[in-house]
């Protein structure tokens, strides 16, 4: 039996989505594709033992530990950069761009873990007791890292007020 059957079909199926995790992480394209291929690289060489569980927490997991470990080792300046979409509403296209930057911005006043923190609760949508597994932590220090988090964007960004009211349910 070959030992990575299945992991071709698992990237291909995955892959969308979990670059998606390593952009909103990294906040650049370029170091999302780097991260995203240093993290299958680990994957890839326990596969036979992580096939038969739950791959993509596992990825998960894996991106989130290399991304901590980045930022460990050296620092990245963050530059949000948007290129228009053909035939899209300028206005629309304007406050989106700006919404995007501004949020950027906001999320680079925040230290990595609670930047992963937010990623994985909000973006992902993945319970507390899910994110503290991935994050390796207990559920008591994600809720209060995305306590601090969500205190610091307001504090960095009030015009997201509501946007964090919105998606998080408190009010503000």
């Known amino acids: 039996m070959d030992p990575y059957q ?7 199926s995955h892959t969308t ?23 299958l690289s680990q994957v890839v060489s326990r596969w036979p033992q992580v096939r038969d569980g739950n791959p ?3 990825v998960r997991r894996c991106l989130i530990n290399e991304y901590l470990s980045w930022r460990r080792r050296r620092r990245y300046h963050e530059r ?20 995007r930057v501004v949020v950027g911005r906001a999320l680079a006043q925040l230290t990595p873990r609670q930047r992963a ?3 994985l609760r909000f973006y992902e949508d993945l319970s507390e ?15 209060s890292q995305t306590n601090h988090a969500l205190a610091r964007l307001r504090a960095a960004a009030p015009e997201l007020s509501e946007l964090i009211a919105g998606r998080t349910g408190v009010p503000r």
């Open 6 to 12: 299945g992991f071709d079909e698992f990237v291909t």
């Open 17 to 39: 989505a979990l670059s998606r995790l390593a952009f909103l992480l990294t906040g650049d394209h370029h170091l999302a594709e780097d991260l995203l291929q240093a993290a």
């Open 56 to 58: 993509a927490a596992y």
């Open 80 to 99: 949000p950069v948007e290129s228009p979409v053909d035939g899209a509403d300028p206005v629309d296209l304007a406050s989106t761009v700006v919404r």
């Open 117 to 119: 923190v937010l990623v």
């Open 129 to 143: 007791a899910e994110t503290a597994v991935i994050m390796g932590c207990s559920v008591g220090t994600v809720k």
